[in-house]
């Protein structure tokens, strides 16, 4: 493992941020909804919990169910998307979220994540959180996580080169599709510590974001 926690400064020009175990705690209702999947398809539910966190819930199921046909998974996905965007009990931000976001108004950053418009939208009103300007969500790729396809968009977006952004992600999906992408990556929570970010934190609380003029933005992490 090669992330450290210890105080660490980066600087960079934008910043592309997970949603799920990154800015929110959705972990009660991922784990509710998949686990009665697991049992609906004779699965063991702590394997499946294993694969699902990052990924759109169509490609976790193809990796799950790999002689099933692909336009089951996409019709299935279609459900569970429902079902998790109307059981928003428990959803809460992670520590640190409100302050953080709050420290980038007006600093370029996106939201980048595996969930859709209206669930990615129901998760961040129940956490009381802003929304970014800009969001790429699981309709704007053609890929998911651990695909780079949707952090290369949102700096493509924000008219960023890729080595001058830093994504933030819990997931191993999610920091793969990073390191993919050619960015830095702040790990966030306790998923993120075996994956190997770059820097890995407890919680946004650890996280403090300034504007360093003609540099960019200034990370103090620890």
């Known amino acids: 493992m090669t992330a ?15 949603m799920d175990g990154t800015l929110v705690n959705s972990d009660a209702v991922v784990e509710r909804c998949w686990r009665r999947w697991a049992d609906r398809h004779g699965l063991d539910a702590d394997e499946v ?19 099933r046909p692909m336009a089951h998974n ?15 009990d428990g959803v809460v931000p992670v520590p640190g979220a409100p302050e953080f976001l709050a420290s980038l108004a007006g600093l370029p950053h996106a939201l980048v ?4 418009i209206a669930l990615s939208t129901a ?11 800009l969001r790429v969500t699981a309709e704007s790729v053609g890929a998911s996580k651990p695909d780079p396809e949707g952090f ?3 700096a493509a977006e924000l008219g960023i080169d890729p080595a001058d952004c830093v994504v933030f992600e819990d997931s191993a999906a999610g920091i793969a599709a990073g390191r993919a992408a050619g960015m830095r990556v702040v790990g966030v929570g306790p998923r ?17 974001v300034d504007s360093a003029g003609e540099a960019g933005l200034r990370l103090s992490i620890g």
């Open 4 to 18: 450290t926690t210890v105080p660490t400064v980066l600087t960079a020009r934008a910043l592309l941020l997970d």
């Open 49 to 67: 919990m294993r694969v699902v966190h990052g990924r759109q819930g169509y490609a976790s199921m193809a990796l799950l169910l790999p002689d």
């Open 74 to 88: 996409h019709a299935d996905n279609a459900r569970m998307l429902a079902e998790e965007t109307a059981d928003l």
């Open 113 to 116: 994540t595996s969930a859709d």
């Open 123 to 133: 998760r961040m009103t129940a956490a009381g959180l802003p929304l970014p300007d």
């Open 152 to 154: 290369l968009k949102a």
């Open 192 to 208: 993120a510590d075996f994956h190997d970010p770059d820097v890995v934190v407890r919680d946004l609380t650890q996280v403090r």
